[in-house]
């Protein structure tokens, strides 16, 4: 697993010294060319429009009554001032839209609502996680909603737009704020799932071999849960907060239905904690198996010296240059001795095996 590191500090240097409201991008560029994408939408048809130039969206006309307008990219710091002066966005929400590293939060405006999420991938071939920010803006018949890259995460949820006849299409922009947030709730199922696979992976692997290569790959596990929580917790608040503070842009039927996304988050929290203990124990595991590993090796080593050790003092003995040593003059003392240690060895080394310290 590619160890991905989750930032404790954000890019916010370069903004230093720059007085409040300053439009500067803080993050990376995640995609080459910004595309802003038009939704409208309501009980009288649908129409989709998108705009690659500042000079195609100034004398645009809506035909329906709500709006929801899509931004990948968020480099292009005149389509964002274009789109504030249209919407009315304070200049503190551009700033937060163009910090990439906002934590999950939700801010209240006159008239308007301002939303940060975290989407977060599992990238399987790498086996690490990246997240990307969304924010989103509820005003009374629109929502704007800010990406830094493509990701088609809410794909499915233009096709029932288009359809028309469902109920997100029938209902107001607060339904659309809750599918949005919906579906990125639902991202994060799939990421514990993942997650909750390599885990299971780990622990066949712990449980046959304890390698360092393991190790690695459980404190990579570590740092992705801690993203997680990172991304996670806040969210929460960011839920509860808009089901039960947000009476005048979101109806008491909306509110039940950000009721049900909040008990999601809750379980996922949940799956969260009993993730991180499995990894707690991974390494328990991991630690008790090179321990026991080591002790083995150990007694492996323990046994060959034991066994080397009367072989060494007769050496020892004999390797003593004194004139009257009897033995010395015997014909046959060279293989005699010789004799006696490869006996004293076999039957110290079958002793040993019997006691399955050589296994």
């Not at 007769?314 to 004799?339: C, D, K, Q, T």
Request: aromatic share 10%; net charge negative; with cysteine.
């Amino acid at each position: 697993m590619s160890r991905n590191k989750h930032r404790l500090v954000g890019h916010n240097s370069k903004k230093a010294g720059l007085p409040p409201g300053s439009l500067v991008h803080v993050g990376e560029i995640k995609t080459s060319e910004p595309l802003a994408t038009l939704i409208e939408y309501g009980h009288d048809g649908y129409r989709e429009t998108c705009f690659t130039s500042l000079e195609q969206g100034r004398g645009f006309q809506p035909q329906h009554p709500n709006l929801w307008l899509n931004i990948h990219g968020l480099h292009n710091i005149p389509l964002l001032e274009e789109v504030g002066r249209r919407f009315g966005l304070h200049p503190l929400v551009l700033e937060d839209i163009l910090n990439t590293g906002q934590r999950p939060k939700v801010d209240v405006y006159d008239g308007y609502s301002y939303i940060v999420a975290r989407l977060i991938h599992f990238d399987n071939d790498r086996r690490c996680l990246s997240s990307e920010q969304i924010s989103i803006v509820l005003g009374r018949n629109f929502v704007l909603t800010f990406q830094e890259k493509p990701t088609g995460t809410f794909t499915e949820l233009r096709e029932r737009l288009k359809v028309g006849g469902t109920q997100v299409a029938s209902s107001g922009p607060d339904y659309l704020v809750y599918s949005l947030l919906d579906k990125v709730i639902d991202r994060y199922f799939k990421v514990v799932e993942d997650i909750g696979e390599e885990i299971e992976l780990l622990e066949d692997e712990v449980s046959v071999k304890a390698q360092t290569s393991v190790l690695t790959r459980i404190h990579s596990l570590r740092q992705e849960m801690l993203g997680l929580k990172r991304a996670l917790w806040p969210m929460r608040e960011v839920l509860n907060t808009l089901q039960r503070d947000e009476p005048d842009l979101f109806s008491k039927e909306t509110q039940l239905y950000l009721r049900d996304v909040y008990d999601h988050t809750i379980h996922l929290i949940e799956s969260l904690e009993t993730l991180r203990d499995l990894i707690a124990g991974l390494l328990d595991i991991f630690m008790s198996a090179q321990g026991h590993r080591l002790n083995l090796e150990m007694r492996f080593l323990t046994v060959i010296t034991t066994i080397f050790m009367p072989l060494t003092l007769i050496s020892s003995i004999y390797g003593m240059n004194f004139e009257f040593m009897p033995e010395l003059h015997w014909r046959w003392g060279y293989f005699g001795v010789l004799a006696l240690m490869a006996f004293l060895a076999a039957a110290m080394g079958i002793f040993f095996w019997r006691k399955k310290w050589l296994r």
